[in-house]
Structure formats: structure tokens, C-alpha cells
């Protein structure tokens, strides 16, 4: 079994910032893409960022110059640093990432949610 799960949410005000946080752990072998996306109250769930296992960043024109993905291999984790927050920011962040999961010697790719972060941001 796998799964991500995600840390670093809260309440900041308009202009703050916030860390988040997401570790892959189970039986992982290895991890490829890895994402945060949002969800804000009545509207859909849309891409923040991504990173691919090599390093290529892809941002949402909504956040780009304010928000920072990274990762760490090392420790299967994903890190997205926000910055200058605004009320529009507030979200559910979910953590996404494809784990690959050996069992035997099979290798399973698999895609794979956090439970979400609540980041809320007041004006």
C-alpha cells in the first residue's frame, strides 16, 4: 500500500506565506511526476504546480512568480512554498504523484491523492 500525505496548511493573511508538505510512503520503489493541485468551495480542481522525477517545472499562470515547487528524491517528497498569498489562494491542496510500487517482481504504477490541506487565507 501507498500514499501521500500532506502537512503545512493553515490560516495566513493576505500577503503571507505557507509551506506545504507532501511524503510519499508504503512500499514505494521509486516516484515519478508529482503535483499539488487546489479546490477551492464550488469550482473544480485545478493544476498549481508540477514537477517531473527529473527536475521540469510546469506552474498555473495564476500562481507563477509567487509559488515554488520542489522536491526531494531522497526523501519521496514534494514541497510547494507560497508566497505574497492572496484570498483568491483559498483552497483544499492536494498532493498527486504516480508511485511506483514493486511487489515481487512486478512494478506497479500507480496515481495517487493526498487527503488534502485546508490553506486559507484572509484579506
Known amino acids: 500500500q501507498v500514499q501521500l500525505v500532506e502537512s503545512g496548511g493553515g490560516l495566513v493573511q493576505a500577503g503571507g506565506s505557507l509551506r506545504l508538505s507532501c511524503v510519499a510512503s508504503?512500499?514505494?520503489?521509486?516516484?515519478?511526476?508529482m503535483g499539488w493541485y487546489r479546490q477551492a468551495p464550488g469550482k473544480q480542481r485545478e493544476l498549481v504546480a508540477t514537477?517531473?522525477?527529473?527536475?521540469?517545472?510546469d506552474y498555473a499562470d495564476s500562481v507563477k512568480g509567487r509559488f515554488t515547487i520542489s522536491r526531494d528524491n531522497t526523501k519521496n517528497t514534494v514541497y510547494l512554498q507560497m508566497n505574497s498569498l492572496k484570498p483568491e489562494d483559498t483552497a483544499v491542496y492536494y498532493c498527486?504523484?504516480?508511485?511506483?510500487?514493486?511487489?515481487?517482481?512486478?512494478?506497479?504504477?500507480?496515481?495517487?491523492w493526498g487527503q488534502g490541506t485546508l490553506v486559507t487565507v484572509s484579506s
Open positions: 498527486n504523484g504516480e508511485l511506483g510500487s514493486l511487489s515481487g517482481d512486478i512494478l506497479r504504477y500507480l496515481e495517487v
Open positions: 508504503g512500499n514505494i520503489f521509486n516516484v515519478n511526476d
Open positions: 514537477v517531473t522525477r527529473d527536475g521540469r517545472i
